[in-house]
């Protein structure tokens, strides 16, 4: 049996959480693998609706085991205020939700110094969501972090040393730390809360349920285009939100990856700093963000539009080895009476189709226009009622992407979802 791996193509919000809920009956083990608290994953269903940030999409279908892998980052305090929140609802998640002793563990002082620094950036500030993910897992690799693990053992002389050395540092800054007693209570309530759940030796766990033939999905956070590596740095996240980080973020091994469903919208997003080529600056672009509701669901910001990009999505599936797409969000194309399509950039006068090591102001995209399918699409149950510019739409990207559109989502409720032949 193989690890199905869900990621998202984009520059994150693609619509993984409600994709991986509508997924979840197919799995018996549902398991996120990278990113923390800075995802924010929205599901709606019976009327309700639901963002989840570091607990995996698959909770609300059936009693089916969840996993927050060795490569994720945890915040208790805002673990707990999720949990609380779930519960509250209806939902209690202590048997089945499984968090990795060597998942890292974010600190109220990582929050401070992610303020700092993006504060000492200036104008180049990357936007971050101010969760404290890129001074942990700075921490990480630099081999100072502290693990979900060493809870369980002299926690408090390792908290003290690490939470030393981070106030040296915002000393040096002269960063105001007069928030840090709140927080730190607010982490040490939220600590005990994460004690309740059970922490495992997840690589082991999910490499037994490969051997025992469970059919298991790894759920990755942000998107391609925000990948430590493969992205558009430096205005990424800390973490390697493609295929392979799902090898690294729970511990198996490459072959044993299956399917890769990579998740694009119809058109395009992006929340914070950074390159986006296919930008709208117009009203087209704020009537995507009012009709789309592009708002983010972590931070509330305005997420900026444009339109699809298939030079960064072309990257992302070849990067990811995509073996199936699902595309989100076309139904906020319905009323468009043109819709572009950004096949090429351009750059000093000569086209190009593989995305380049920057993206500068003189890159500009190069666009192929349809006709917009003007039908309210969002209460469709079968492929055979799509408009055929709708369809025209769909076989352009398929032959551009040489991949099969396997899913379409008309709408954000679960049962707004095409599953294709
Ligand atoms: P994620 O981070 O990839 O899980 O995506 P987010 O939840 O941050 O953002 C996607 C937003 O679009 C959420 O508000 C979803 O409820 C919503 N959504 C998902 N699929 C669709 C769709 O097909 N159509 C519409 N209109 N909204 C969708
Ligand atoms: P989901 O999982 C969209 C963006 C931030 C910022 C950059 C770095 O909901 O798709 P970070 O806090 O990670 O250090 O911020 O990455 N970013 C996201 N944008 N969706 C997300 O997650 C994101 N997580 C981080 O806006 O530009
Ligand atoms: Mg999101």
């Given at each position: 049996m193989k690890v199905d791996v869900l990621l998202g193509l984009q520059w994150g919000d693609e619509g993984k959480g409600k994709i991986v809920d509508v997924l979840t009956p197919e799995y018996e083990i549902i398991a996120r693998f990278q990113g923390g608290p800075n995802a924010g994953h929205t599901l709606e269903f019976e009327g309700k609706k639901y963002v989840l940030r570091s607990v995996p999409s698959g909770i609300f279908q059936g009693a089916k085991i969840n996993v927050i892998g060795n490569g994720v980052v945890i915040d208790p305090a805002l673990f707990k205020s999720e949990i609380e929140s779930l519960e509250s609802s209806g939902h209690q998640l202590t048997k089945r939700l499984l968090i990795?002793?060597?998942?890292?563990?974010?600190?109220?002082?990582?929050?401070?110094?992610?303020?700092?620094?993006?504060?000492?950036?200036?104008?180049?500030?990357?936007?971050?969501?101010?969760k404290g993910i890129g001074p942990t897992y700075t921490d990480k690799v630099g081999?100072?972090?502290?693990?979900?693990?060493?809870?369980?053992?002299?926690?408090?002389?390792?908290?003290?040393?690490?939470?030393?050395?981070?106030?040296?540092?915002?000393?040096?800054?002269?960063?105001?730390?007069?928030?840090?007693?709140?927080?730190e209570k607010e982490w040490f309530e939220g600590l005990a809360k994460l004690r309740e759940f059970t922490f495992i030796d997840s690589e082991h766990y999910i490499n037994?349920?490969?051997?025992?033939?469970?059919?298991?999905?790894?759920?990755?956070?942000?998107?391609?285009?925000?990948?430590?590596?493969?992205?558009?740095?430096?205005?990424?996240?800390?973490?390697?939100?493609?295929?392979?980080?799902?090898?690294?973020?729970?511990?198996?091994?490459?072959?044993?990856?299956?399917?890769?469903?990579?998740?694009?919208?119809?058109?395009?997003?992006?929340?914070?700093?950074?390159?986006?080529p296919t930008e709208l600056f117009d009203e087209t672009g704020d009537e995507l963000r009012k009709l789309g509701f592009e708002f983010g669901s972590v931070t509330g910001r305005p997420r900026r539009c444009g339109w699809?990009?298939?030079?960064?999505?072309?990257?992302?599936?070849?990067?990811?080895?995509?073996?199936?797409?699902?595309?989100?969000?076309?139904?906020?194309?319905?009323?468009?009476?043109?819709?572009?399509?950004?096949?090429?950039?351009?750059?000093?006068?000569?086209?190009?189709?593989?995305?380049?090591?920057?993206?500068?102001?003189?890159?500009?995209?190069?666009?192929?226009?349809?006709?917009?399918?003007?039908?309210?699409?969002?209460?469709?149950?079968?492929?055979?009622?799509?408009?055929?510019?709708?369809?025209?739409?769909?076989?352009?990207?398929?032959?551009?992407?040489?991949?099969?559109?396997?899913?379409?989502?008309?709408g954000p409720d679960r049962e707004q979802t095409i599953i294709r032949k």
């Open positions: 990795s002793k060597k998942a890292h563990l974010i600190l109220p002082t990582h929050r401070l110094l992610d303020a700092c620094f993006e504060e000492s950036k200036g104008d180049s500030k990357i936007g971050t969501t101010g081999r100072n972090g502290l693990r979900v693990g060493d809870v369980l053992h002299n926690f408090e002389e390792k908290y003290n040393a690490a939470k030393t050395k981070h106030l040296k540092t915002l000393a040096q800054y002269g960063f105001d730390t007069s928030a840090l007693p709140q927080l037994k349920a490969i051997k025992e033939g469970k059919k298991i999905l790894a759920e990755g956070a942000q998107g391609t285009m925000l990948d430590i590596d493969f992205g558009s740095y430096p205005f990424v996240t800390s973490s390697n939100t493609i295929t392979a980080g799902s090898s690294i973020g729970l511990g198996i091994a490459p072959q044993a990856i299956g399917e890769v469903y990579g998740i694009f919208k119809a058109y395009c997003t992006r929340v914070g700093s950074g390159p986006f699809i990009d298939l030079v960064a999505l072309r990257y992302a599936i070849m990067i990811d080895g995509v073996t199936q797409l699902i595309m989100t969000k076309s139904d906020v194309l319905d009323t468009f009476d043109t819709i572009k399509v950004c096949v090429a950039y351009e750059i000093e006068g000569q086209q190009i189709a593989d995305f380049p090591f920057e993206i500068g102001d003189d890159v500009k995209s190069v666009f192929v226009e349809m006709a917009g399918w003007k039908t309210d699409m969002t209460k469709m149950q079968k492929e055979s009622e799509f408009p055929k510019a709708f369809s025209d739409y769909v076989a352009f990207l398929e032959k551009e992407l040489n991949v099969p559109i396997r899913v379409i989502s008309l």
